[in-house]
């Protein structure tokens, strides 16, 4: 398959954006926007992350052994960008915690969740990160989706009757 036919395919799938955040071997944190994020088990509680393998994130989170998946919430878009721009000084005057694993916790997201590594497998160009979920709460907001290559609000929806969370 030709590339663009593939990025356009793959960018036809709605997802949310999240910054993956941990920390280098000089103590300093680090993270990037990611959106091949993904639940993976619930017996144990696992997600993964799929990461290019030449983001200078990948070997941080390998090191240090854990991460910590932030959503983002739909106003925080100017995150996703700066997370995603080489250079950038990305932790700026951002607010953020650390709680169970010291993976910052960025102030806003909507969603967190904090893993300790399991597994590292080769996926192409990509890596795929397995982790053991440690903790994490839903602070709750509207996210940031994306979309065909942009950021989109989500408009409303379609069945008014709420999930129970
Ligand atoms: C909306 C969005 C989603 C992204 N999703 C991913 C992803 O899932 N995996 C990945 O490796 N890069 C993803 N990227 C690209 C990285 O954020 C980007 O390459 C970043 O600069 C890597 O940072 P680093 O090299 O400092 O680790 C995404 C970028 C954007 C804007």
Redesign the pocket.
Known sequence: MHPEIFRKVAGHWLSG?SVVTSWDKDGKP?G??????TSLSLEPPQFL????N?????PAIIASGSFCINYLRQDQEHL??A????GADRFGALAFRAERTGAPVLEGAIAFIECTVNAVHPGGD?TIIVGDVVHGDAPGGEPLA?FRGGYRRLEGIIDPQQAWW
């Open positions: 954006v680090v990037m926007t990611m959106s091949a994020v992350i799929c990461v290019d030449r983001a200078q994130t990948l996703a960008a997370f995603a721009r080489r990509h994306y």
